[in-house]
């Protein structure tokens, strides 16, 4: 076993090679997002190099399996993936890994952009707080009306419920001025056209790791539709802090820019999106509170990071007064 918490994953090693086998957790994707999943990756394997998980298909040709054993209450959907070679890099990341992660990203988002989605295609959006409405916002491209302004009202009202009910009335606060300045990026970015797709959605420094000098891009599980910026946002919020941030900073941009434009006003959106990040990493936290990993330890890790959410508020807010006084 290789992990346990949301997803379950397993190396598998045969005769015939090394793979990885997840199998997912229940309640959030169905087995159609999966198999969307499964396609997205299935076609960067055959359509590009990128170093990304290819999926192997069962003996029926089917990529999503459903199984169940005696002791388990519910069905699990599995999947299978040829291993990738590679190590995680971590704390010795330097601007020449992060340019190259910035160039997947954008090489991944170009393929994405150039792509036709098969008939049923479905996944969900990036810019959600709950699980429920990460399943209720499941859907085919954009065409099909996905680009709605997201965190809807319903799933504000039911993120901040919540955390009003588990932390109390001063969190709610914080996080409900964190998710106004976040609306105001997800409303422009949302109609932009070239600002918006089909992304990765969680390539922060686990998830992608690097072999013979080549970055590699594994966990599409959170894959799906949303801001082309919060590719970026992501990995730089989990940078935050590190003494060299702002070299790692302009490289991941640098790197991206040699294959996707910024799009105007983009510093500002990174911050709003990676605001919009940490709050739904603190919903996730919420949520989770029940698991075996997190039961003893979520109420301190989510004040913890509320705290660090209305650092964040505050830091963004004072570089859009500088800003705008630098502007007059």
Known sequence: MLR????????VDTATGRYVLRLNRTGVHDERSIASEMSWLSALAEATDLGVPVPVPAR?????VSESTPGVPEHRLGVLLRWQEGRFVDRRLTPRHLASVGDLIGQLQRHAVGWTPPRGFARPRVDVLTVAARRASVAGPPEEGTRAVHPTPDDEASALALVARLLGEDDR???????????RSTEALASTQSAWGLIHADLHYENFLFHEGRPLAIDFDDCGWGANLYDLALPLSELEGRPNYEALRDALLDGYARQR????GYDDHLRALAILRRVQLIMWILESREQAAFRDSW????????????GAVEVHNDQRHAATLVHR
């Open 4 to 11: 346990h918490e949301h997803n379950t994953t397993f190396r």
């Open 60 to 64: 029926d040709g089917s990529l999503v």
């Open 173 to 183: 606060d914080v996080v409900a001025d964190a998710l106004r300045l976040a609306r």
């Open 261 to 264: 434009p910024l799009p105007h």
């Open 299 to 310: 109420h301190s890790w989510a004040r913890n990071d509320v705290r660090a959410l209305a």
